[in-house]
């Protein structure tokens, strides 16, 4: 079946500029996560989402940062005022539900960089 | 605070020995330890996990061994085989109502030679 898509696959953008990750998970999956990768560095987590609960915001960096799950399903990672730091690879992940013992499937990831 | 640490960023391994993957953790919380594979230009993988009731997990060639009073887990990789080049990540979870919330250690990149 299909796995985690993400897009877009790269995105270039200037600083201070607005950017938009989407992210797909896997059918009938209920946990979604948000990751990134800075150069270097291992993944860092940003924010999840179970079912109809609250998400899990403590790992979003700043307030620029925000997240949402439409419908259960899909879910945008919205950057505001983009800074350089920004530039990472950001990966979504979703698994049947949230537990660790439940695989994460990974998407491709998107690679940002802000200029 | 770098809670999940590993200390060695690359390892060369020639084919059909012994691949060696270590990594530290400093927070006692964590209950529940895994390791994934990453390819360049993809997502990771997973490979294989350990809960901290054991101290051993085996699968195939791989085996994930667990010292808690050390923190340290280590992946061993047996024959090691060139497909096996790839990034890998130890990573760890605390339980309690972030089971699925990870913490990753920064990867050691594995060369196997043929």
């Known amino acids: 079946g299909a796995g985690v898509s993400q897009s877009p696959s790269n995105k270039v953008t200037e600083k201070g500029k607005d950017v938009e990750l989407r992210c797909d998970p896997i059918?009938?999956?209920?946990?979604l996560y948000w990751y990134r990768q800075s150069l270097g560095q291992g993944l860092e987590f940003l924010i999840y989402?179970?079912?109809?609960?609250?998400?899990?915001k403590s790992g979003l960096p700043s307030d620029r940062f925000s997240a949402e799950r439409t419908g259960g399903s899909v879910s945008t990672l919205t950057i505001q005022r983009t800074q350089q730091e920004d530039s990472a690879v950001y990966l979504c992940?979703?698994?049947?539900?949230?537990?660790?013992?439940?695989?994460?499937?990974f998407g491709p990831g998107t690679r940002l960089l802000v200029l | 605070d770098q809670q999940v640490k590993q200390n060695s960023p690359s390892l060369s391994v020639q084919e059909g020995r012994i691949s060696i993957l270590n990594c530290d953790y400093t927070?006692?919380?964590?209950?529940?330890f895994l390791w994934y594979k990453k390819y360049p230009a993809e997502g990771p993988t997973f490979l294989i996990s350990?809960?901290?009731?054991?101290d051993k997990n085996e699968d195939g060639r791989f085996t994930v061994f667990l010292n808690k009073s050390a923190k340290h887990l280590s992946l061993h990789i047996v024959p090691s085989q060139p497909g096996d080049s790839a990034v890998y990540f130890c990573?760890?979870?605390?339980?309690?109502?972030?089971?699925?919330?990870?913490?990753f250690g920064q990867g050691t990149i594995l060369t196997v030679h043929p």
């Open positions: 927070n006692s919380m964590f209950d529940y």
């Open positions: 059918s009938g999956h209920t946990a």
């Open positions: 350990i809960s901290s009731i054991k």
């Open positions: 992940a979703s698994s049947l539900v949230n537990l660790a013992s439940e695989t994460q499937y």
């Open positions: 990573a760890a979870s605390a339980g309690g109502t972030s089971y699925g919330k990870l913490t």
């Open positions: 989402f179970q079912g109809n609960s609250a998400p899990d």
